[in-house]
């Protein structure tokens, strides 16, 4: 079996960890200190802060934006559920902004459309979610534009991105944006077993989601309420967190990874690029890639020309999962979820996101991936999708 997508772990990450076992510290240690500032380092920006997933992330970051009960939170259809869950869990309320035909990112003209409605209505966003789809950067400028003329606030989800860029910078400076979110699950870019890190440039930011991670507990005398001198006060809880912490078992993998991140992201370009070349004359659209992007390649979607093969979407599927290639869809819309339809969504809500839904498929991609695993695949798509007689 090819799966769509896994980890690559070698020694050094196995003796990082293994020396954090022998370690002082299994959490709340150095380490993961250390883990957020080569990130911060790598990303070109000032503030890092690691949880446990970027699920974690995004939900802290939300607080820490401020979103609350009657607030509204839009994001990208084409994503993980986790986009548009953080606002449920702080009791807003979730729109999504049809993608574009070529990025399958958030679409920067629909945004603007509905933006214009929405100020109509007196029902502008307090955040827009942008996702990085595939690891390709969204059209942050537009986005930062539209967030000054209309006032909301910006997190990206670059769960997918982390080594990727953006006109030339690296993804994760928030250039654009308020905070960034990255994801190390084993499939993404680089891996903590479960993880993810929020990337600010805002000190207060930093500081609040700090707090949100570890119960809304300080120990620092600065941000203490006063109190009698003789009680014992060494910290208090002043808001309302979690336990969202990252351990340092998990930042050693982290750290030891981020040595590889270039390396892992050219080597997904290398893979792509002979996707391209094979693919090019099979009935697909291979991903398109805007100029001002370098993606962190963490997908490689084809879409199906279903007028020009003999196949539906859902028996391609099929077929490559019986030929052992575990293809993948990324996504469902996230308003066709019955947990999201339930809420009013309609099935037809984005055409765009509809008509990606019918036609994508995720190749396998991951640093690992062999030559003859990928010849494999590739002749295993040609000999299913034998193009229709005419
Ligand atoms: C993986 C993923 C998440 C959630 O990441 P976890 O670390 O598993 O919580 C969120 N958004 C997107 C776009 C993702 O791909």
């Given amino acids: 079996m090819i799966p769509y997508g896994r980890q690559n772990i070698n020694q050094a990450d196995i003796d990082a960890v293994v020396e954090v076992l022998r370690s002082d510290f299994l959490t709340q240690g150095p380490v993961v200190q ?69 990025t399958y990112n958030l679409s920067v003209a629909r945004l603007k459309e509905q933006l214009v409605q929405a100020e109509m209505a007196g029902r502008l966003p307090k955040v827009v979610i942008p996702v990085h789809l595939c690891g390709q950067p969204c059209d942050m400028e537009g986005i930062h534009a539209l967030s000054q003329q209309y006032g909301f606030k910006i997190i990206e989800d670059a769960s997918h991105a982390i080594g990727g860029r953006y006109k030339g910078e690296p993804i994760g400076n928030c250039r654009y944006s308020d905070i960034t979110v990255f994801s190390f699950h084993p499939v ?4 903590t077993g479960e993880g993810g890190m929020a990337l600010t440039n805002d000190e207060q930011l930093a500081k609040h989601m700090r707090l949100l991670r570890s119960h809304g507990i300080t120990n620092d005398a600065l941000d203490m309420q006063p109190r009698p001198p003789e009680e014992l006060w060494n910290y208090q809880q002043i808001d309302l967190g979690f336990n969202y912490r990252m351990t340092d078992i998990h930042a050693a993998l982290g750290l ?72 993948n869809l990324h996504y469902i819309p996230v308003y066709r979820q019955p947990y999201y339809e339930q809420m009013g969504f309609r099935e037809s809500y984005c055409p765009q996101a509809e008509q990606y839904f019918s036609e994508a498929l995720s190749l396998p991609l991951y640093p690992l991936l062999s030559g003859e695993q990928i010849d494999y695949i590739i002749d295993s798509l040609e000999s299913i999708l034998f193009t229709k007689q005419s």
């Avoid at 802290?60 to 869950?85: H, R």
């Avoid at 993404?188 to 891996?191: E, G």
């Avoid at 080597?267 to 805007?290: C, D, G, M």
């Fill in 34 to 102: 250390e883990f957020e500032k080569v990130v911060a380092v790598y990303c070109h920006a000032n503030h890092a802060v690691a949880v446990n997933s970027a699920t974690s992330a995004l939900h802290i970051a939300c607080l820490a934006l401020g979103v609350s009960k009657g607030d509204l939170v839009w994001t990208s259809p084409i994503t993980f559920v986790a986009s548009a869950n953080c606002a449920l869990y702080c009791g807003a309320q979730v729109d999504f902004v049809d993608i574009d035909p070529h």
């Fill in 188 to 191: 993404k870019i680089i891996t």
């Fill in 256 to 327: 030891s990874q981020m040595q590889r991140l270039d390396e892992f992201v050219v080597r997904r370009h290398v893979l792509a690029k002979r996707y391209n070349e094979a693919l090019s004359s099979l009935p697909f659209v291979t991903p398109w890639q805007h100029p001002d992007s370098y993606s962190s390649y963490h997908f490689y979607v084809i879409r199906l020309k279903l007028d020009e093969i003999n196949k539906t979407h859902r028996e391609t599927y099929a077929a490559l999962q019986a030929a052992g290639i575990m293809v």
